[in-house]
């Protein structure tokens, strides 16, 4: 009788275990989201993130171990380690975001693949909708802070397009590159212009 309890307890906890992997809500990103109506700071800064945000995510869709794994050259990073790295890089854009520092250091090494591409794209999400309808004077009141013990260093909110986002498309595409020389290439049907696949 033990043993057919253990058993059954067994097979609820890997029930469970499975169901909780898989989220029933969607990724965002899989298309942009519809245009906010003018263009105010905050919006373009916003769509700028969207479009980031469909890049990344049609980027990462579908990868493999075998993927995940691949390194062009000994010098070089390997996809999962890319991919670590523009996770990175998102919670500096959502910190900016929420003018919040950046406690330093950060090991994010032990998470899996699953892990970083969904906080990637629901920070860039909650990213975006912080933006979204912020006046020039809110902009400007945003700072992008690093801190490190008891040092801190803040950089203005313009150092954000050229620093984390512009440096999250260039490392996106790396990874569409990546996968294309490990024998995955990128969805055909995605139009980054449209930001969406036909579908």
Not at 96 to 111: F, R
Not at 122 to 149: C, N, P, T
Request: glycine content about 8%; some cysteine.
């Amino acid at each position: 009788m033990k043993r057919l309890l253990a058993f059954t307890a067994l097979l609820i906890l890997c029930s469970n275990f499975g169901h909780a992997q898989t989220s029933s809500t969607p990724l965002p990103f899989s298309k942009i989201p519809d245009q906010e109506g003018s263009y105010t700071g905050g919006n373009v800064l916003s769509r700028m993130i969207d479009g980031l945000g469909f890049r990344y995510y049609w980027a990462t869709e579908g990868l493999t171990e075998k993927d995940l794994e691949f390194i062009p050259t000994e010098e070089s990073r390997n996809t999962m380690e890319t991919i670590t790295h523009l996770f990175g890089l998102s919670q500096v854009i959502l910190n900016g975001a929420k003018n919040v520092p950046n406690i330093q250091p950060v090991d994010y090494s032990k998470m899996t693949y699953s892990e970083c591409r969904e906080k990637t794209l629901l920070s860039l999400q909650e990213a975006s909708g912080l933006l979204a309808g912020k006046s020039e004077a809110e902009i400007a009141a945003l700072k992008i802070i690093f801190q490190r013990g008891e040092n801190k260093a803040e950089y203005p909110f313009w150092n954000m397009i050229n620093g984390p986002i512009a440096d999250m498309i260039y490392h996106s595409g790396q990874v569409v590159l990546l996968r294309r020389m490990s024998g995955n290439p990128i969805n055909p049907k995605v139009n980054v212009f449209l930001g969406n696949t036909g579908d």
